[in-house]
């Protein structure tokens, strides 16, 4: 069973900086694993934001993110970060921590059928 936990969200002003982290319990980093963070905005479907390889040495970002949004891992610890400065109103969403199992160091999935675990959330609120 391969739990995720998110934390860290809250509401913040525009500019500002969040840190979400994101708790594995289970194999999920045991095993190869390709983590990634996707975010929910009110009315709008589930979208992916940031993902890291099992070795940390592949990350991708969405386009919207990239230079603001930074995503780090600790297999040690078990943990998945992700840093977010820079911080606008759109970046207003519940995000969620996600995992898939791979056997490739290096792999990075971008999208959401390719995740079959989950976190339940954590709301970030931008104002203006």
């Known amino acids: 069973q391969v739990l995720l936990v998110e934390s860290g969200g809250g509401l913040v002003q525009a500019g500002g900086s969040l840190r979400l982290a994101c708790a594995s319990s289970?194999?999920?980093?045991?095993?190869?694993?390709?983590m990634a963070w996707f975010r929910q905005a009110p009315g709008k479907n589930r979208e992916f934001v940031a993902a890291?390889?099992?070795?940390?040495?592949?990350?991708a970002y969405v386009d919207s993110v990239k230079g603001r949004f930074t995503i780090s891992r600790d297999n040690a610890k078990g943990t998945a970060d992700l840093q977010m400065n820079s911080l606008k109103p759109e970046d207003t969403a519940v995000y969620y921590c996600?995992?898939?199992?791979?056997?490739?160091?290096?792999?990075?999935?971008?999208?959401?059928?390719?995740?079959?675990?989950w976190g339940k959330g954590t709301l970030v609120t931008v104002s203006s």
């Open positions: 996600a995992a898939a199992i791979t056997r490739d160091r290096t792999l990075v999935f971008l999208t959401l059928k390719e995740y079959p675990y």
């Open positions: 289970g194999s999920t980093f045991t095993l190869h694993s390709t």
């Open positions: 890291i390889s099992w070795s940390g040495s592949k990350v």
